[in-house]
């Protein structure tokens, strides 16, 4: 197979197995969390709950001093990568026209050398949470295949993706379809790892908050 057929491949069929997955799997797990049995809470609350769900949103996702003392190259590492992600994702004009291709929407996309720059930084957080993990005995107790697995597929689509668009090593067209065969094995792989926290999290935070209050438990 030449590099224009992988491209080819990756860019109809390989992308359609890969979107088919990365829904049902979704659509699974979602349905695995929104149909867990609880029974339904008659006790009167003990504090008013409006509200209390949102801030634990917000509380949990601001580090506590003490937690920042203890971890702070994890919580900015964290900090960058994911907002990095999120810059490269929905900003890079590539992916805002394909996602404009297949959903009619569209908005304005950020410089490219300034995605490009974000792209070199978002690969040093997540190396240096790497090089964390493994440095860090309670945290190298404590990862799973599934963290190194989670890693490698994060990592992949945006170091391809920055080879492609400075021509480095390979040809363009093998190294594009190697960018669009990372971006697939995401979304193969998301829906059955850790990864699935991003359309969990602020449910699962929102969820507890609203318990803890009714509850009269600080949360």
Same mark, same amino acid.
């Given at each position: ?18 979107? #088919? !997955?990365? +829904? ?5 797990? $979602? ?7 609880? *029974? /339904?809470? =008659? ?76 792209? #070199? !930084?978002? +690969? ?5 949470? $790497? ?7 309670? *945290? /190298?107790? =404590? ?77």
């Amino acid at each position: 197979m030449s590099a224009m057929e992988l491209l080819l491949w990756a860019r109809g069929p390989g992308l359609v197995i890969a979107a #088919v !997955i990365f +829904l049902f799997g979704m659509t699974l797990r $979602l349905i695995e969390v929104y149909s867990l049995g609880r *029974k /339904r809470d =008659l006790a009167v609350p003990r504090s008013p709950t409006p509200g209390s769900g949102w801030r634990t949103i917000v509380t949990r996702s601001l580090p506590h001093a003490d937690t920042w003392r203890r971890s702070g190259l994890t919580i900015v590492a964290g900090f960058v990568f994911h907002i990095g992600l999120f810059v490269v994702l929905l900003f890079l004009l590539p992916h805002i026209e394909l996602i404009r291709s297949l959903t009619g929407l569209s908005w304005p996309a950020l410089p490219t050398p300034l995605v490009d720059l974000v792209t #070199v !930084i978002t +690969l040093i957080a997540l190396i240096v949470a $790497l090089v964390h993990r493994l440095m860090d005995p309670v *945290k /190298r107790f =404590l990862s799973g295949f599934g963290d190194y697995l989670a890693w490698t597929v994060t990592f992949l689509p945006l170091l391809t993706g920055y080879m492609a668009y400075h021509h480095l090593l390979l040809d363009y067209t093998l190294l594009l379809a190697l960018h669009i065969l990372s971006v697939e094995l995401l979304l193969v792989v998301f829906p059955f790892t850790k990864l699935t926290h991003t359309f969990t999290l602020f449910i699962a935070r929102w969820y507890n908050g609203d318990i803890a209050a009714r509850k009269g438990v600080a949360s």
